[in-house]
């Protein structure tokens, strides 16, 4: 996968700091997840490929990621696990999955579930890193009963990052039945 990636010349440092971003949101909600370690490395793949298609179509890049992750070429990915990258990469952005999709409507259950939880994820990691100029360095995240808080560093609330952040986490909500909320250190 590496060196398919390699091919792709667009913004490789947003995609790198959007892997680290989500995760370091991955390993903190383990228990509210409740996935493993190969769920793990399919959000870190479609992390690093979640805007290939940007150099065809910026408009619906998410879309052309899908068709590009898809159609690949990966030696040692089954063409399960390639197709949950695919579609995680394709939900990074705009419309959640739906059963209208044939692709997603086409997986178990549990994979269906799988792929919703990792893009929830994902939206929020690829949010901030908004202006892709890595500003947030570092998130923690904090559980209680009804309630995310992502412990940013830096934070500034009105910076692109969060406001991208809140609006991207409407899946993220759908999913966990948690509210969202964004702070800094010093917030706490």
């Not at 390699?6 to 790198?16: G, I, L, S, V, Y």
């Not at 394709?90 to 799988?114: M, T, V």
């Not at 901030?128 to 500003?135: A, C, V």
């Amino acid at each position: 996968m590496n060196r398919w990636m390699e091919t792709f010349k667009w913004a490789p440092d947003h995609m790198r700091q959007v892997s680290i971003l989500a995760l370091m949101i991955f390993d903190d909600l383990r228990p509210l997840h409740g996935l493993d370690e190969h769920d793990r490395f399919l959000l870190q793949a479609a992390a690093i490929s979640h805007d290939v298609g940007f150099l065809y179509d910026e408009e619906n890049h998410h879309k052309v990621s899908f068709d590009l992750i898809r159609k690949a070429d990966f030696s040692g990915l089954n063409e399960l696990d390639q197709m949950l990258i695919a579609l995680i990469a394709r939900y990074h952005r705009k419309s959640p999955p739906k059963k209208k999709h044939k692709f997603f409507n086409a997986l178990e259950e549990k994979d269906k579930g799988r792929v919703k939880k990792l893009a929830a994820l994902l939206r929020i990691a690829d949010g901030l890193d908004r202006t892709h100029t890595n500003f947030v360095k570092k998130v923690q995240c904090q559980l209680t009963e009804s309630t995310v808080v992502f412990v940013l560093e830096p934070f500034e609330e009105k910076s692109p990052e969060v406001q991208a952040g809140l609006k991207k986490s409407a899946l993220f909500m759908e999913v966990f039945n948690r509210h969202v909320v964004f702070c800094g250190v010093a917030h706490l």
